[in-house]
């Protein structure tokens, strides 16, 4: 009876409690959002879009995502207990979680996150999670992009008030009432493809746009 009370508290009760604290939190902040026009256009045309963040940013764009919920966005995680947690939060918010990670399960939720893509033409990647190194691309986002023919549209967050922690990824968590930017960066269109080059070229590409936006790891 304990071991499915306890069972019951971490899979159902925990993920609805943080999904409400994260919510109330995020609620303090000053939040703009630039430049999504482009990639929401070209979605509402047809297109694909599959955007990407550094693990350090993600947590202040959660609550706005919730807007995007309508299209079914799909999110890979990893099968991790924390991964879990966050999982249950992200399907509180709307999207579609397919679990697996570059470490465990991962070629199977490829597999499951380019069919959810290829129908629902919105996805989420955190590129150098779950575990880093931190602010390296995974070979994975350029084959999701790749056999999805989507599009990358890399974000990043501006705050001007956090608290950073002592993790892999500096983790990032914006203060309350400071001024939160989501910034989503141009387009990118992948190009053909054709050898082990190219796809290297086109991984570091990604890499060299978006490692610079990492906040000082010191």
């Excluded at 026009?37 to 940013?57: P, R, T």
């Excluded at 629902?120 to 575990?131: E, N, Q, S, V």
Aim: net charge positive; hydrophobic share 40%.
């Amino acid at each position: 009876m304990l071991k499915r009370f306890r069972y019951f508290l971490g899979i159902h009760l925990l993920p609805a409690l943080v999904y409400r604290i994260i919510r109330l939190y995020s609620a303090t902040f000053r939040l703009t959002v630039h430049n999504e026009e482009a990639g929401m256009k070209h979605l509402k045309e047809g297109g694909v879009i599959l955007l990407c963040c550094l693990h350090q940013q993600f947590f202040a764009a959660i609550r706005y995502y919730k807007t995007y919920a309508k299209h079914h966005p799909g999110l890979m995680i990893s099968k991790s207990k924390d991964g879990e947690v966050i999982a249950q939060v992200a399907n509180r918010t709307g999207w579609v979680t397919v679990r697996g990670s570059s470490s465990r399960g991962g070629a199977e939720a490829l597999k499951d996150m380019i069919a959810h893509l290829k129908e629902h033409r919105l996805a989420a990647h955190i590129l150098d999670g779950p575990r880093g190194p931190i602010g390296i691309v995974k070979p994975g986002l350029i084959r999701l992009a790749q056999e999805a023919k989507a599009r990358i549209v890399p974000f990043y967050i501006q705050v001007d008030r956090a608290w950073f922690f002592k993790s892999w990824d500096r983790f990032m968590l914006p203060k309350p009432f400071s001024r939160v930017k989501l910034i989503y960066d141009d387009m990118i269109q992948l190009e053909e493809i054709t050898s082990d080059e190219d796809f290297e070229r086109q991984r570091l590409h990604v890499e060299n746009l978006m490692k610079p936006r990492l906040y000082p790891l010191s």
